[in-house]
């Protein structure tokens, strides 16, 4: 690991995934997609890390401001330390992420959160072809106390519930659009891979199973590099932030990319 990685790591406190998928963050620029008053919304790149360690949540903020296209960056005036971190997304996790403008804004989006009042639905690539091909996972989640950057499934671990449904499937991987009722770390990580569907590119919870593919194209385009899972669309209801709100973010192009070599239709 090159030195200034490992010099922000130690300042920050980062998790030791934080440089995952360092390659798409340097192909791939965030974009600012909803700009208001109060908040903003960015759909985030793959391969930024938006952990806060000890540093508070300015670090993250200030990656997530750099990964921008130049012109969606002009357009936030504001410093780091004036925006505020509502939530988070895995670092290999492209999709849409909010910051509020001010601590009454990022109170309140905080806690339409923690009440469950926002409404977010992923799109995710998986192995195989989940039977049925629509549920509901419902397994609790706690710390993996053999790995501390994994969760997994734990009876006495807090309730942790996640729908899918199948979109589409190819002879090796299955589109499925996924609904998580509650917000745990990895949740529709570990749902997914719990299942025996693991999440395309996700090798911390499983092995790199395109191994044993052996048409060579086909191999490489199921390695992406990090874990094809991408936070879609957002629903933010009525609140003092601002009026109800509907956010979508496209597919980013590594995720597209491999669709389109699947045959699979890109989900409208």
Not at 123 to 149: I, N, T
Not at 154 to 179: M, V
Not at 242 to 262: C, Y
Request: proline letters at 9%.
């Amino acid at each position: 690991m090159p030195w200034a990685e490992r010099l922000l790591i130690g300042r920050h406190g980062l998790s030791p995934d934080f440089f995952y998928c360092r390659y798409e963050r340097r192909r791939m620029p965030s974009r600012l997609i909803f700009d208001t008053e109060r908040w903003v919304a960015i759909d985030k790149a793959p391969g930024i890390s938006l952990a806060t360690g000890h540093g508070g949540g300015a670090p993250a903020v200030e990656r997530l401001l750099r990964s921008l296209a130049p012109a969606d960056r002009q357009m936030l005036w504001e410093e780091p330390d004036q925006l505020y971190l509502v939530h988070r997304l895995d670092v290999g996790t492209s999709g849409i992420v909010l910051l509020a403008r001010d601590a009454e804004a990022h109170a309140a989006l905080v806690t339409l959160f923690s009440e469950r009042a926002v409404h977010r639905i992923y799109l995710a690539l998986v192995w195989g072809k989940p039977r049925p091909r629509e549920g509901l996972w419902d397994q609790p989640l706690g710390p993996d106390p053999k790995d501390r950057r994994r969760m997994r499934e734990d009876p006495g671990g807090k309730p942790s519930r996640s729908q899918y449904f199948t979109l589409s499937s190819s002879p090796h991987a299955s589109l499925l659009r996924l609904l998580p009722q509650t917000g745990r770390t990895h949740q529709l990580r570990v749902h997914c891979a719990s299942a025996g569907h693991l999440i395309v590119g996700d090798d911390l919870y499983g092995g790199a199973r395109e191994r044993g593919i052996r048409d060579a194209a086909l191999r490489e385009i199921l390695s992406p590099g990090r874990p094809l899972l991408h936070a879609a669309e957002l629903h933010l209801p009525d609140s003092s932030a601002g009026p109800e709100t509907r956010l979508r973010a496209p597919l980013p192009k590594d995720f597209s990319k491999v669709l389109n070599f699947l045959g699979m239709a890109l989900p409208d």
